[in-house]
């Protein structure tokens, strides 16, 4: 029997998972899957918050992490107002990420900082979603904003995004946040250390304009005082950082015909 279908528009199928994935990843998961199987398609408009919640049996924070995870990966974008539209997919391939061997070591080092981070940076998100104020909020707006100004430019993008993830800290309320990513120095960005575009420019814009998208997901969350939300958008913006770093230590092994333990 064919699956039926509710108020949302799409087909009933029940969550579930053998490795007991969190809900919010069971969510991600699901409506990822409907986008690439082409039952959302771009430019769609997904559900209400609302709709979701009851299509899927969660919880507000639930559908929010969800919808911030699918946005940092590049697969909704969301219009003020209007709601979550499917994005069309660029085509695979179009980054590639490329290390020489005398950065691996180098690699291998922000690979430990990126895991650092990830597990620093989310809990920092979650309380600035919690605590700030509209004078720091309007700080981390003016500073994304100007990373987007400087896109062209990656050294000066690279400032901006410093200042971005050690404003969010501030805004953690917490001063130990910022005083221990400010400890890390250039050493907080891969980029400052680790070129993974050399001479492709067009790569590299493609890459800084995926930055921004993930910059504005954490904004967002953080702007609509979402603690959850902001401690996915910030968890996923590191961790996708970090494969980017692992797929290219990874292509360098193989290269280099190392074997698979290397990464």
Do not use: W
Not at 46 to 72: C, H
Not at 225 to 236: K, S
């Amino acid at each position: 029997m064919p699956p039926t279908a509710d108020p949302t528009g799409l087909s009933l199928h029940p969550l579930r998972d053998p490795r007991r994935l969190s809900l919010s990843e069971q969510v991600t998961r699901d409506l990822d899957a409907r986008i690439t199987q082409g039952e959302l398609r771009p430019g769609d408009r997904l559900p209400t918050e609302r709709e979701l919640m009851a299509r899927y049996g969660v919880s507000r924070t639930v559908v929010r992490e969800a919808m911030s995870s699918l946005r940092a990966a590049g697969r909704l974008a969301t219009q003020q107002g209007r709601g979550a539209f499917v994005l069309e997919q660029p085509v695979p391939g179009t980054l590639a990420y490329r290390l020489h061997p005398s950065e691996a070591d180098a690699a291998g080092d922000m690979l430990a900082l990126m895991e650092i981070r990830i597990a620093l940076e989310a809990e920092a998100a979650s309380l600035a979603a919690q605590r700030r104020d509209e004078a720091g909020l309007a700080t981390l707006t003016r500073i994304a904003e100007d990373f987007e100004a400087s896109i062209d430019d990656p050294a000066q993008s690279a400032v901006h995004d410093r200042e971005f993830h050690l404003c969010v800290a501030r805004l953690s309320g917490n001063a130990y946040f910022g005083s221990l990513l400010g400890s890390l120095g250039a050493g907080l960005l891969p980029r400052a250390r680790i070129d993974l575009f050399k001479d492709d420019a067009e790569a590299r814009l493609a890459y800084l304009r995926l930055l921004q998208v993930e910059h504005g997901n954490i904004l967002d969350a953080i702007r609509r005082t979402d603690a959850e939300g902001a401690r996915a958008a910030m968890r996923l913006h590191l961790t996708l950082s970090r494969e980017r770093l692992r797929v290219a230590l990874e292509g360098l092994g193989k290269a280099c015909g190392a074997p698979d333990q290397l990464v």
